[in-house]
C-alpha cells in the first residue's frame, strides 16, 4: 500500500496504522513471534534485564525542532544506556506511541525510521507495538529487554573508590539551549540552521545537537566494564551528575566528594556558554541527559579501565572519590574550599509546573 | 514521610514521587534486582511473552467517571488478558505513567492501590516504572513479561473449526453508556450513582460498570486451553467481535460464519440497551472491551473444552465455524440469511478525531 505521508492518523484509522508499522518491523534474531498477536514470543537467557522510558513531547523534545527520526533514535538510545549501565546486553524492544489524531503518518514513518535504524545498529528485536490517540502531546514509552551478564549495579561503592565519568559533560544540555537560540539539525543529524550563533560555530553546533538529539552512550565500554569486574558501582548519567552520583552514593552508604577542576566540563559546550556568560561548570554538574557513565572504581582497577577506555576510543575521568560520610551526599572541592553540592537536574514536574 | 493526598505533583516532584512509589512496590519471587536501579533484574524461563497496552485519559477512561484504583486494576488486566491469551503466565511488569503537573498525589496513589493489588492477585511483581509530566492526559503504560507455556496464537485455526467465545459479550460496552449517563462506581466498585436509572436497574448497573471498569478475563482458564492445546488458534476480544474474528481468520487464511442467534448477548447489558431502543446483538458483535477469548476450537476438542470451562465456571459458547474462503472475512447468518460483518469495533484515532 502507497501511502501519502501527510495523511493524517485520524484519517488512517488505529488498524490501519498498526499494519502499516508491522509491514515494517523486520524480524530478529531470537524472536519466536513478533508483532501481530496478543504478545511476542522470544527467546531469553535465564536473567532477564528489563527497564522502561519514555520521550513526551513538550518535555523531551519539542516537535518544532526535534527531526522525528532522530526522536525515534533517542528513544531507543535512553533505554540502551539503562541496559549497558546494568552491565546487559539488550535484546528486544517494545514500543507504545501516543499520537494525537491530527499527526501525519508521515511524523511516524520517520520516528521508526529513527526507531529501526538504531534497533538495527544495536541488534535488538522490536517486538511488540502499541498505538493509543492522545489528546495533544506525542509520547513514545519504550520497553527494552536484555541478556544481564555480571550486573553493575548502583550499589557497592566502597570507601576510597574513585568516582569516574566517561566522555565529557554538558554537551547535551548546552544542546538544549542551542535548540531554543534556534540552531537546528535536519533528520540526518546535519546543521540546517545556526539561529542566534554564525556558521564559524558550525563544528560545536554540530556536536552539542547531535549530544541533545542523538546520544551516543559508551554502550559496549559498559558491557566490558561490567563483565571485567572493572567497577564496584555504575549507572548512566541521564538527570545530571548532581542528580545521579547522590544515587550511588545513597545505594551505598556513602559521601562522595568531586573535585571541580577534575570534572571533563565539553570544550564546545564551555565555549558558548561563556560567550553567553554563563558557567560551564554548572551546566556539567547539573544539566543532564549526557548517557556518559558513573563509577565506582577502586583505586587498584582505574588503570586497566583507563586501557580499556582507550581501545573503545572513549575518555575518562578521575574527578573524585567516596568517603565514609551521609549517605547519599556529594561535596564539591575547589581552591575556595568544599561545600555540599545540591542535586539541580532536571526534575520534569518541578521544572516546568503546568 | 507522611505525604498529604492532595499535594500536586509540581509541588512534589518527579523524585519524591519516585521514591513514594518505589516504597510502596513489595518484592516479588523472581525479582533480582527491583525498582531502583537502571533496570531491573529478573529471572526468566527461556521462552518469554512480551506485551505492552496503555489506558489513556479521555480515550479508555475520564477521571471524572473512572475510580483511579479502577483505572490501576484494569491498566494490568488488559496486559494480563493478552498473556493468558497466548498461553502464558504474567510475571513481571513495568509502569510507565504521563501524568500531568496539577495532578494530586492521591490520584497516583490509588492508582498503585488498585495496580498493586491486582498484581498479588495475579502473582506478579512490578519491577519498573518511570513517571514523566504530560501536558495533559494521564497515561498510563504497562508492559507485562510472561512465561510462555505451549502457544496459543491467532494463526491456526483449520476449516471446520467451530468459532468459539467465552462469557457473554456487551456488558462492558454497555458500561460505557452508563457511564456517560450518570451510573458510577467508587473505589470499591460499588453502586454509588444510578444516572438516568433507578434504583430497580442496581444489580445491572453495576455488572455493566464492573464489567467495563473493572474487567475480569478468565486467565486461568485461558491458560489452560493453551496447555491442554484444546484450541488451534485464540485470543482476546478486546476491540470487539467483528474486530478480533478477522484477525484469526486472516492470520489463519480462512473465513469464519457467525450465526447470529448463537452470539451470547449479556441479558443485563441487553435490558438497558432495549430500554434505550438499541439492538443488544450490535453491542455484543461490535461493543468490545469484553476481555473474554475468542479460538478456534477442533469440533473433537468441543466437549473436552466444555468440561474444562464447567470446572473454572465459565460459559462458552460456540457460535459458528471456519470454512475455506477469503482470508480475514467474517460472515454473520440470521434468518434473513448471509451477508459480510464488517468490523465496526473501536478505532481510536477514527471514531473521536481530535
Not at 549495579?153 to 554538558?170: C, E, N, S
Not at 560520610?325 to 568544599?338: F, Q, S, Y
Amino acid at each position: 500500500m502507497t501511502l501519502d505521508p501527510r495523511t493524517p492518523l485520524g484519517v488512517l484509522g488505529e488498524k490501519a496504522l498498526l499494519r502499516h508499522i508491522r509491514a515494517r518491523v523486520p524480524a530478529a534474531p531470537g524472536v519466536v513471534v513478533g508483532i501481530g498477536d496478543d504478545a511476542a514470543a522470544v527467546e531469553m537467557a535465564p536473567f532477564a534485564l528489563v527497564t522502561t522510558d519514555s520521550l513526551v513531547e513538550g518535555v523531551h523534545f519539542e516537535r518544532g525542532s526535534a527531526p522525528p527520526r532522530l526522536v525515534g533514535r533517542k528513544a531507543l538510545t535512553v533505554n540502551l544506556s539503562d541496559i549497558a549501565a546494568m552491565g546487559g546486553l539488550a535484546r528486544y524492544a517494545t514500543v507504545s506511541l501516543c499520537l494525537p489524531a491530527e499527526l501525519e503518518v508521515g511524523w511516524v514513518d520517520s520516528l521508526y525510521d529513527g526507531l529501526l535504524g538504531r534497533a538495527a545498529e544495536a541488534g535488538i528485536g522490536i517486538v511488540g507495538g502499541n498505538v493509543t490517540r492522545g489528546r495533544g502531546a506525542i509520547a513514545i514509552d519504550v520497553t527494552l529487554l536484555g541478556d544481564a551478564g555480571r550486573l553493575l549495579l548502583r550499589a557497592g561503592a566502597k570507601p576510597g573508590d574513585r568516582v569516574v565519568v566517561t566522555g565529557r559533560l554538558g554537551a547535551s544540555a548546552e544542546g538544549v539551549r542551542l535548540l531554543a537560540e534556534g540552531a537546528r539539525l535536519d533528520e540526518e543529524g546535519r546543521l540546517v540552521e545556526t539561529g542566534v550563533w554564525t556558521e564559524s560555530s558550525a563544528d560545536g553546533l554540530v556536536a552539542c545537537l547531535r549530544a541533545q538529539l542523538d546520544p551516543r552512550p559508551p554502550l559496549a565500554l559498559a558491557r566490558s566494564i561490567a563483565e571485567r569486574g572493572l567497577a564496584r558501582a555504575g549507572m548512566d548519567i541521564s538527570d545530571g551528575l548532581s542528580s545521579d552520583l547522590p544515587e550511588i552514593c545513597s545505594q551505598s552508604g556513602l559521601t562522595a566528594i568531586v573535585d571541580a577542576d577534575a570534572v571533563p566540563v565539553d570544550a564546545r559546550a564551555a565555549a558558548f556558554e561563556r560567550a553567553r556568560g554563563g558557567d560551564p561548570l554548572t551546566l556539567a554538574l547539573h544539566g543532564g541527559e549526557d548517557y556518559q557513565l558513573l563509577l565506582a572504581v577502586g583505586p587498584d582497577e582505574l588503570p586497566e579501565l583507563e586501557d580499556l577506555a582507550r581501545v573503545w576510543g572513549i575518555e575518562v575521568s578521575a574527578i573524585g572519590e567516596f568517603v565514609d560520610g551521609e549517605a547519599g551526599e556529594v561535596r564539591l572541592r575547589d581552591a575556595a574550599g568544599e561545600r555540599a553540592l545540591a542535586p539541580g537536574g532536571h526534575d520534569h514536574f518541578r521544572a516546568n509546573p503546568a
